[in-house]
């Protein structure tokens, strides 16, 4: 019997220790916003402008990315408004660097729809679209979900990673900040993930 306890006890132990030893080197390999410092998947959606983006573009060159949908009440155009603000803080940035808005409710989220949505945001936030499984490519590509919550009486929204994605001229993620965060802390981290 002892023999069984004393087994089950290391087991435990050694499970715990693996678990402990994971969270440190994830912790160890994380930038300061959490997300792991890994390079995007290939993705290709449709801009606004009726061209298509393809990920493979964006090579060498610094940039954010994130996800939303222009039914969004709330919570998308309050982050748009703050980087807007990001954008126009942060000068070293300059007039190049590029955030990709990529609307991930394929139903509502025309080109033209995103283009009107975007409108009254800083010119270098870039909408993006594409079909349903475009959209699935884009959100794997960053580690990022996105999915379609139906309401009892009709309707949907949709439940996507509230995160600005910076991407720097090495094509890495280097940066993953919350849509809660100010446009300051937004404009200070794009800098620091564009060097």
């Known amino acids: 019997m002892r023999t069984k306890a004393a087994l089950r006890f290391a087991l435990y132990a050694a499970v715990a220790t693996a678990a402990l030893a994971l969270l440190v080197l994830q912790a160890e390999g994380a930038p300061a916003g959490g997300a792991a410092m890994t390079t995007p998947g290939a993705f290709e959606l ?14 060498g060159a610094p940039y954010a990315l994130m996800f939303g949908f ?13 980087v807007t603000t990001a ?12 955030v990709y808005f990529v609307a991930v409710d394929e139903a509502r989220d025309t080109p033209d729809a995103v283009k009107a949505y975007l409108e009254p945001f800083d010119r270098r ?3 993006l679209t594409g079909d349903r499984g475009a959209i699935a490519q884009a959100t794997r590509a960053f580690g990022a979900a996105a999915t379609r919550r139906d309401f009892p009486g009709g309707g949907y929204t949709m439940e996507h990673t509230a995160a600005l994605f910076l991407v720097d001229s090495n094509g890495v993620i280097a940066d993953r ?7 300051e802390t937004m404009a200070k981290r794009m800098e620091a993930a564009a060097r």
């Open 125 to 127: 936030i870039v909408g």
């Open 177 to 183: 900040v919350a849509f809660s965060e100010t446009s």
């Open 70 to 82: 222009t039914h969004c009440p709330d919570v998308c155009p309050t982050a748009l408004a703050e």
């Open 46 to 59: 449709a801009r606004t402008d009726g061209t298509t983006l393809d990920s493979i573009e964006l090579d």
């Open 87 to 98: 954008l126009e803080t942060a000068t070293r940035l300059g007039a190049g660097y590029r």
